[in-house]
């Protein structure tokens, strides 16, 4: 009986150490974005945009360090773009908003207590694309939705430190997985006559990258 009772014991402090390293939690978390466009674009040079992101997440404990932390985000992002087929623009005040409904699931680790580190998928569902700016005859802001997927797909890796007091810190990078372009640029004839072609025709193939830096509340 007292060997009985002494296995018990054991058994469950060892459970209670093992699991008290993550434990289930609903939070919230907003931040900045550091976002680009990688390859091929018509636009030519495109540079990093700032944008935002905010949105809620659930830690749910799995074994030991472990966890899995799915997330659902709002999030702005896109590029900025100085060149259009390689013709410097009159400004530099040109942009592309990409709007996501962002879905990660992220593997998470506890490396001590408060601190982890998190790999795993993203699922992006394009809400918006508009491209802004200004030329000679003032500002723009195109809809340009039907220029672009409806699905994105990222794999992200962060980090993430969490006080006792439920504030959290996260950087975190996702790297885009498929081609988000869906436009093909036909050829522009000169004249009216039809002959010859005014630019030829490309066909992008293009990524989101994107940095973010994030604060939020667990509970």
Do not use: C
């Not at 799995?62 to 899995?68: H, I, N, P, T």
């Not at 659902?72 to 996501?100: A, C, H, M, P, R």
């Not at 409904?101 to 998470?108: E, T």
């Not at 340009?144 to 439920?166: C, M, Q």
């Amino acid at each position: 009986m007292n060997k009985l009772f002494l296995f018990v014991a054991l058994a469950t402090l060892t459970f209670t150490t093992t699991t008290a390293q993550s434990e289930f939690r609903i939070g919230f978390k907003g931040g900045v974005n550091i976002s680009s466009i990688a390859g091929d674009d018509y636009y030519g040079a495109l540079n990093p945009l700032a944008g935002f992101h905010l949105g809620g997440l659930v830690e749910i404990p799995l074994a030991g360090k472990f966890s899995v932390q799915p997330e659902l985000l709002y999030s702005s992002q896109g590029s900025k773009y100085d060149t259009f087929f390689g013709i410097q623009l009159w400004n530099n005040k040109e942009k592309v908003v990409l709007d996501y409904i962002n879905l990660p699931i992220m593997g998470k680790y506890y490396i001590i207590k408060g601190l982890s580190v998190e790999l795993g998928p993203q699922i992006g569902i394009l809400v918006s694309a508009h491209n802004k700016g200004s030329d000679e005859e003032g500002s723009f802001n195109i809809d340009s939705k039907d220029k672009y997927t409806d699905l994105d797909v990222a794999i992200g890796v962060s980090a993430s430190y969490r006080l006792n007091n439920g504030i959290f810190f996260s950087l975190r990078y996702n790297k885009g997985l498929m081609d988000i372009s869906d436009y093909d640029y036909k050829p522009i004839p000169y004249g009216g006559d039809g002959s010859g072609d005014g630019y030829p025709s490309y066909s992008y193939k293009n990524q989101n990258n994107v940095f973010q830096i994030s604060t939020g509340y667990s509970f």
